[in-house]
């Protein structure tokens, strides 16, 4: 800023360079609370709490520069900052001052008459240190949606066996066979990316995957993440895999991870960058003995605006593309929607290959158009008439199908941007479509 002192402007070039040094962070956190800026010191000790969480120092310093009176015996005075030397911050019982602390940065929430014990009077809680809403940390009151192990299945999914068999091969045997995987030396570090045109399914297949593994299942976008306050985002990324650490087994589930994990050098927002920071450092836990039982899944429509650190080994090093269903999958899908509406004379397999490259969205919007033009009719002439091919056909000629804007886009990446091979199962699809 204009009026900040040169010093200053020094101190926030150093950090700049090196962002982890901790004890020149704080440095510079407190030239600026001595300035008069309580704000900016703030700022920066949240910050060096990411790196340096049990540093009594910086949360000390924190307490000060938000006003907060310290807990425990008083403490002298901080020496004036001079250039070059570190001022020395008081140290206080932060465990005292905790709680004022989250009562003033952390997020709150208003408990409903008669929601349990504690809750009988309507107060504001703040969310404990774990994430859940309860004093006990308790699994139930936790913000993120857990779903129990569900029925869901592979078999479940209608045709796409190309998709089946290299689920299986790539993440499903290794799980269930732990004595092949020891033999083999098989890590289970990583996770796996599913990636292709939206509406496709690669929610459903992540939840038949959780099925699979007999998990349960946690569904994390970016909405569950982002908090306005500063160090919470990447505090929220955290306790999500806390929280499938104790539910574990468990599968962690990263829709839009471009929203996520978006790349570093295209976000202007510090916050987001810190949020991708701390989602690479959990990532890295996964696999290891204390997130054992913890199974990362990521779906996105556009994997190359995902961070590339995100897909190096021992992360989300393994991608399956899902591509619109095939045949027997639209065949399953329009049987599925149509189950429950009257039909007459339909012939599901003519009506799946005049459905050809259309999402699984694309052919629920045609059973959806498909009744109205029948209901329009019956409530024009009296008589109520069943859905025919003529109407299911008529539709599926108004309808385009989702996924050719998408694919106008993935085939230039496919054709130029293929590092590493990541997109040749893209680039094969393209090539036997004749769309390159």
């Known amino acids: 800023m204009s009026d900040e002192s040169p010093l200053i402007r020094s101190l926030r070039t150093a950090v700049a360079a090196a962002p982890e040094d901790v004890p020149l962070r704080l440095h510079l956190a407190e030239m600026l609370l001595a300035a008069g800026r309580p704000d900016a010191a703030v700022a920066e ?13 910086v949360r000390a310093l924190m307490v000060r520069a ?10 002298p005075p901080a020496a004036p900052a001079t250039p070059g030397t570190p001022a020395a911050a008081p140290r206080f019982d932060w465990a005292a001052a905790e709680q004022d602390l989250d009562g003033v940065v952390g997020p709150r929430f208003v408990a409903d008459s008669g929601a349990g014990a504690g809750a009988e009077d309507g107060r504001e809680r703040p969310l404990t240190s774990d994430g859940a ?9 936790s913000p993120w949606d857990i779903d129990a192990p569900g029925t869901v299945r592979l078999a479940d999914v209608g045709g796409m066996q190309d998709v ?8 499903l045997a290794p799980m269930r066979n732990p004595e092949l995987r020891k033999l083999y030396g098989k890590s289970l570090r990583g996770g796996l990316l599913l990636y292709g045109p939206p509406g496709c399914g ?14 349960s299942f946690m569904s994390i976008s970016l909405s569950d993440i982002l908090d306005m306050w500063i160090g919470r985002s990447e505090k929220n990324v955290h306790d999500i895999f806390e929280t499938a650490r104790r539910q574990a087994p468990c599968v962690v589930f990263l829709d839009e991870l471009d929203a996520l994990g978006a790349k570093r050098s295209r976000t202007a927002h510090s916050g987001l960058r810190n949020v991708v920071n701390q989602l690479l450092t959990e990532l890295d836990g996964v696999g290891s003995g204390a997130h054992e039982g913890v199974f990362v899944l990521a779906a996105t429509n556009v994997p190359w605006d995902v961070d590339i650190a995100l897909r190096r080994p021992g992360r989300l090093d393994r991608t399956l593309l899902v591509l619109p269903p095939d045949a027997a999958a639209r065949e399953a899908i329009l049987h599925y929607h149509l189950r429950e509406r009257p039909i007459e004379g339909v012939d599901l397999g003519k009506l799946a290959k005049a459905t050809e490259d259309f999402s699984g969205a694309d052919l629920a919007h045609v059973c959806e158009t498909a009744a109205e033009t029948a209901l329009l009719d019956s409530a024009r002439t ?22 050719e804007p998408w694919f106008a886009s993935a085939r230039n990446v496919a054709m130029f941007a293929n590092d590493g091979g990541m997109y040749d199962d893209l680039l094969a699809y393209l090539k036997k479509k004749r769309k390159l």
């Open 45 to 57: 000790a949240a910050v060096a709490l990411q790196y340096a969480p049990a540093d009594a120092d």
């Open 66 to 75: 938000m006003g907060l009176p310290p807990a425990g015996p008083a403490a």
């Open 133 to 141: 809403g309860g004093p006990d940390g308790d699994d139930a009151d």
């Open 164 to 171: 089946k068999d290299r689920l299986e091969a790539a993440f």
């Open 202 to 215: 690669k929610t459903f297949i992540a939840r038949a995957v959780a099925g699979e593994l007999g998990a």
């Open 382 to 403: 009296g008589t109520v008439r069943m859905i025919g091919m003529k109407d299911l056909l008529s539709a599926a000629k108004q309808i385009r199908p989702s996924s």
